[in-house]
């Protein structure tokens, strides 16, 4: 794939937030796009946005916690364009915010579903074909907690840190098949989790209440650098980078010509003592 046009790109939570805003920007860069989410009225949403800018959208109404929903998704893209070239894995809830001794097990087991086990099923839906192909992007989102601490939001940060173990992971299981795997740090943004935040008040915490203020009055991190490090992580610029946790503050645009020392952009590691 030595262009991003007419490629086809599968994504999951493209109905709001940062998965929409990628899903744009693929369309923007030429690719056919598979959106992919839950709620009609935002999949429809989106899909007119992208038609109205001249894109190329499919809308594909679909349970991430469900693996043959998944498939079937990735059976249309395959009928209709040509099969999933890249997959970006943005379909996540916040979960629980408060206390861990104080959440619902039921709320916390949800959100590992949708944001642990919905990737998990997004993958297995496309690696076979990716594999079989010899070629292949996947790019899942990560977020606040996968790489330190992150109170009041154990839920999230846990299933957080284990998306990005998984990715490391399916990195090194497909590297022999030219099949490049890795996770983008979107960094804070405005989104409806955002709103979330504040409206849980006094049980998020205060400093993730300032966090939260600030990025509503900023609207946090540019959309445009969101879009260029997936667009980056996508083209074959990257085909030298798997299994690694780039944030868009990273200086990024280094990896294209240089090689990456195998424990750069990792989970943290212990040091020895």
Not at 48 to 76: C, K, M, P, S, Y
Not at 83 to 89: A, D, K, P
Not at 91 to 114: D, H, L, M, Y
Not at 207 to 231: N, S, V
Request: some cysteine.
């Amino acid at each position: 794939m030595h262009s991003l046009t007419n490629a086809g790109v599968l994504v999951t939570g493209a109905g709001r937030g940062i998965g929409k805003r990628l899903a744009l920007g693929f369309a923007a860069a030429g690719a056919k796009v598979g959106l992919l989410a839950r709620s009609k009225g935002e999949l429809d949403l989106a899909h007119l946005e992208i038609e109205h800018a001249g894109g190329n959208a499919l809308r594909i109404r679909t349970d991430v916690t469900d693996f043959e929903q998944l498939n079937a998704a990735v059976d249309r893209m395959r009928r209709d364009y040509g099969g999933v070239h890249v997959l970006v894995c943005a379909a996540a809830v916040q979960g629980p915010i408060g206390s861990f001794v104080e959440q619902s097990p039921k709320a916390w087991a949800e959100t590992i579903n949708i944001n642990l086990l919905g990737v998990m099923n997004a993958c297995k839906a496309v690696l076979p074909h990716m594999i079989e192909q010899r070629s292949g992007k996947i790019i899942v989102l990560s977020g606040g907690g996968a790489a330190s601490a992150r109170p009041n939001f154990s839920a999230y940060a846990a299933s957080k840190a284990a998306v990005v173990r998984l990715v490391e992971t399916i990195a090194e299981e497909v590297r022999d098949h030219n099949v490049q795997i890795n996770c983008m740090s979107p960094g804070g943004t405005y989104t409806h989790m955002t709103d979330e935040i504040l409206r849980a008040g006094d049980k998020a915490g205060w400093k993730e209440t300032e966090d939260a203020l600030e990025i509503r009055r900023t609207g946090g991190g540019a959309p445009e650098k969101q879009i260029q490090l997936a667009l980056f992580l996508a083209s074959e610029q990257s085909n030298h980078i798997s299994g690694k946790l780039i944030h868009i503050s990273d200086d990024w645009k280094k990896l294209k010509d240089a090689n990456v020392h195998p424990e750069a952009f990792t989970l943290r590691r212990m040091q020895r003592m």
